[in-house]
């Protein structure tokens, strides 16, 4: 019932015999459509016109990839309307925050359009006598992209501007949760003139993920998910010889110093706690209270919880929309009921709520839970899902102890008045991107994303410089045109300068 979403291979729509999943409406429980799920034998059909295709396309001039990409940015903005409609419906956020993220999205295509910037090699002049030495960067090949579902339309854009203008071929295997974004845009890049096969969609799970992880046509795999795949992602594509980033799950820490303006940071971590119904690998699922600031922060935040209309994410009103499945409420669910067992405080309950009109929607209200032992999986391990779990310690260096200590290491942000504390805190801190009074400290497009520890296997961080990177090789080129009377002892000791 509802639309069909088929692969995108050679610049058309290949529909599989095989298997196919519902796509559902988070905010109603019903399906609105059918994706069709791939295999080895789609994977091998894309990867072959990728090789085709990449060979000419890494011939293209700088220039014309360069238009192509401005042509891409134009049509995006005059559809994100209709893609910010498509996200809401598959992954339930609001418009306004599906528009959001495409604008987020746009940032790295905007920052590939300046890839004449990037590929310039170096250039050194008479290393040795008459010699000369220049280096430059040449795509790898084929490369894919596997994304999540919390941003169908940023994460990939984090990976294919860049891969395409660098001269690679690229394929996305986007979440089979939301995975209608991906086809509207490799039918734009279509438009904007990126010759076929170059930029192709191949929906579905595992076997797809595994088979694009082990292809032999395939030189890179870039990875944005939860951990433990991240990790079986990063092993099996390093097994088989790729480049490899894999950046994995999260578990972000705010720490609100005494000296914080209390409602600013309240008002800050909330937005991050709840925003997207915390389905953010940048959410703040946790707030450090240093000091006698604890009960304060505690109002303020409640206060702000108990703002927050919930709804669908089409409707205007909506501050807080649905999470992605009922296995994703069921389990923000009993990660409330195991911290409450546990003898913790449930300051706001999220449990329980309905949504008039949406009974079988995914809905769970924004929760607040304190007094919570931290060594509790409800703390240590990622809910994503609108829960917040408030810690309190005494001072500021139990709090970097406490920030320290999770094997995540995605995201922080300190909130103070000190920058005293804030430059410590930027300096002793184990995580890969940092906020001082920013809740969620997203690298803008020319810089780059990435976490440390269990937030990201490999050696890239994704987009901005370190994509222009992965998806490119440097060969390093020494010259010499000799005179043709010029002759020279031949000699077998190693060659100085
Ligand atoms: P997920 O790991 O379940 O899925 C990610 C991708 O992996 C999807 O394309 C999916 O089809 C595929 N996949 C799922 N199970 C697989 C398996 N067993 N074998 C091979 N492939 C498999 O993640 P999700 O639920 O879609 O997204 C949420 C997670 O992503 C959260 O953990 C969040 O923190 C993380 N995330 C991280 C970042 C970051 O930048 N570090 C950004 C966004 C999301």
């Known amino acids: 019932m509802g639309y069909e979403i088929t692969h ?62 401005y042509r891409m940015r134009q049509l995006m903005i005059e559809h994100t309307d209709e893609i910010a409609v498509v996200i809401s419906r598959e992954h339930g956020k609001t418009v306004g925050d599906a528009k959001g993220e495409i604008a987020r999205g746009l940032e790295t295509l905007e920052f590939a359009t300046s890839i004449t910037q990037d590929l310039k090699g170096g250039f050194s002049a008479n290393v040795s006598t008459g010699v000369d030495a220049h280096t430059l960067r040449q795509p790898l090949g084929v490369v894919a992209g596997i994304t999540p579902f919390n941003f169908p339309a940023m994460v990939p854009f984090w990976m294919h501007p860049i891969a395409i203008a660098t001269g690679n071929a690229f394929i996305l295997k986007p979440s089979e949760r939301d995975p ?68 994995g799950g999260a578990n972000n820490h705010a720490v609100v110093m005494p000296d914080a303006n209390v409602e600013f940071a309240a008002a800050q971590v909330a937005s991050g706690a709840f925003g997207s119904a915390g389905e953010r690998c940048m959410a703040v699922p946790v707030a450090v209270t ?88 409800t703390y240590t391990e990622e809910v994503f899902g609108p829960v917040l779990v408030v810690m309190h310690v005494n001072n500021f260096d139990e709090a970097i102890d406490l920030v320290n200590a999770s094997p995540f ?44 520890n269990d937030s990201l296997f490999g050696e890239h961080h994704a987009h901005g410089p370190e994509g222009v990177s992965f998806y490119t090789r440097q060969k390093a080129v020494t010259t010499r045109w000799p005179s043709q009377n010029e002759t020279v002892e031949s000699s077998m000791s190693f060659p100085t300068h």
């Open 8 to 69: 995108w291979i050679g610049g058309q729509e290949v529909a599989t015999a095989g298997s196919t999943q519902p796509i559902m409406n988070p905010a109603t429980g019903r399906e609105v459509g059918t994706l069709h799920l791939g295999d080895e034998a789609t994977v091998d059909q894309a990867v072959q016109v990728a090789l085709e295709s990449q060979k000419g396309w890494a011939k293209v001039s700088l220039a014309k990839r360069t238009q192509i990409l």
């Open 180 to 247: 209608s974004a991906s086809n509207i845009v490799a039918r734009l890049y279509q438009e904007a003139g990126l010759p076929d096969g170059v930029f192709q969609v191949v929906h579905g799970g595992k076997t797809v993920v595994d088979a694009l992880c082990t292809h032999d046509g395939i030189k890179g795999v870039s990875f944005v998910g939860s951990t433990p795949i991240a990790k079986h992602v990063h092993a099996t594509a390093s097994a088989a010889g790729k480049r490899v980033q894999a950046l």
């Open 290 to 377: 240093v000091g006698d600031i604890h009960d304060e922060f505690i109002a303020a935040i409640k206060a702000e919880a108990e703002k927050l209309v919930v709804g669908p994410g089409d409707d205007e009103r909506t501050d807080m929309p649905p999470v992605i499945t009922p296995d994703a409420k069921a389990r923000v669910i009993r990660m409330t009921d195991e911290a409450e067992q546990a003898g913790a405080t449930i300051v706001v309950d999220g449990r329980g709520l309905v949504v008039e009109g949406h009974e079988n929607g995914n809905f769970v209200g924004p929760t607040i839970i304190t007094d919570l032992a931290a060594d509790h999986p």
């Open 409 to 452: 290491g995605n995201g922080t942000a300190i909130f103070t008045d000190s920058g005293h504390y804030a430059r410590r805190f930027g300096d002793e801190i184990q995580v890969g991107m940092i906020g001082i009074n920013v809740p969620i400290p997203t690298p803008v497009g020319y810089y780059s994303f990435g976490g440390w």
